[in-house]
């Protein structure tokens, strides 16, 4: 089961992300975004006993583009339920999730053979450069058809994401 994030997901949201991820950054990068009020989609990911994954989506802009960008980030599900197709079950619920609240597109840093099934295409192709010098793995969906056509740019996440670069 997929839903949104409530209150009492809070502290399990951070233990999934403390296990998934090597260190506590993403589950303290999450708990900054959701203080600073930017977790603008917030899902879980439920089995019959307890929550397993969680998915974040917070506003990225471009310089002098007025579209309604958000970066996928984080994502996470229990070391002990990966490869059983919860990832992507938070992913395509949370791209529907964006698509439903009128984003025009959703950035992901991530590996280049996981995203692209999703929709996903490098970020290069559309002339978007990113912060962390990346190139595949920083990849773009228009959830708006052909929004991103003539515009080009550096995509800026929050300043939450300073502390994890
Ligand atoms: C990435 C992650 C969320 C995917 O969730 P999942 O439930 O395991 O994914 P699914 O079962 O839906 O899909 C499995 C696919 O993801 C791939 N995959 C899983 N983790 C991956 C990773 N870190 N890099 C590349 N591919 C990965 C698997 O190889 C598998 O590919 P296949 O379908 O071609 O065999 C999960 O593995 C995870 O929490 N990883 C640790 C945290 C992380 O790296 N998050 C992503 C960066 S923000």
Redesign the pocket.
């Known amino acids: 089961m997929i839903r949104p994030e409530t209150q009492t997901d809070t502290s399990l949201v951070h233990a999934?992300?403390s296990a998934?991820?090597p260190t506590t950054a993403?589950a303290d990068l999450v708990d900054a975004l959701r203080a600073n009020d930017h977790l603008v989609v917030s899902l879980v990911?439920l089995d019959e006993v307890q929550l397993i994954?969680h998915?974040a989506f917070s506003p990225v802009t471009i310089e002098g583009v007025e579209l309604v960008g958000l970066g996928?980030?984080?994502?996470?599900?229990?070391?002990s339920?990966?490869?059983?197709?919860?990832?992507?079950?938070?992913?395509r619920a949370g791209l529907e999730a964006c698509r439903e609240l009128g984003v025009d597109y959703v950035v992901?840093?991530?590996?280049p053979?996981?995203y692209p099934?999703f929709g996903y295409a490098p970020a290069s192709t559309y002339s978007l450069d990113n912060e962390y010098g990346a190139g595949d793995e920083f990849m773009v969906i228009e959830l708006t058809p052909r929004c991103l056509a003539g515009h080009s740019g550096l995509v800026q996440y929050g300043d939450e994401f300073r502390a994890l670069a």
């Open positions: 999934v992300h998934a991820f993403e990911a994954g998915i996928l980030a984080p994502v996470a599900v229990l070391p339920h990966q490869g059983q197709g919860f990832g992507g079950q938070l992913i992901v840093l991530g590996h053979n996981y099934r």
